[in-house]
């Protein structure tokens, strides 16, 4: 069983910064083997595809994010990351981490965290 708990969530004025973390966790499971995503979901709102990286790193954005996130992954901690700047109000949302064999398979997903922009 795959658990992926996110954290770093938070307040942030618009323009700022966070960096969310998701630890993945689970007999034998290793982000080595996996491809990892972040979506979000706004109140009201779809969840969507915010980035994603494959299991050899290669990353993905959403074009309402390119230029300002960042994923990465730490395979030695099993935890992916996503570095998010010059946030926007707009980037308000549910963060949620995901996994799964490839970036068009993801079957796991953390309980998320929220993140709020001010204006």
């Known amino acids: 069983q795959v658990q992926l708990v996110e954290s770093g969530g938070g307040l942030v004025q618009a323009g700022g910064s966070l960096r969310l973390s998701c630890a993945a966790s689970g007999s034998g499971f290793s982000i080595v083997f996996r491809a990892m995503g972040w979506y979000r979901q706004a109140p009201g709102k779809q969840r969507e595809l915010v980035a994603t990286?494959?299991?050899?790193?290669?990353?993905n954005y959403a074009d309402f994010v390119k230029g300002r996130f960042t994923i990465s992954k730490d395979n030695a901690k099993n935890t992916v990351y996503l570095e998010m700047t010059s946030l926007k109000p707009e980037d308000t949302a549910v963060y949620y981490c995901?996994?799964?064999?490839?970036?068009?398979?993801?079957?796991?997903w953390g309980q998320g965290t929220q993140v709020t922009v001010s204006s």
């Open positions: 995901s996994a799964g064999l490839t970036i068009k398979l993801f079957d796991s």
């Open positions: 990286i494959t299991r050899g790193g290669t990353a």
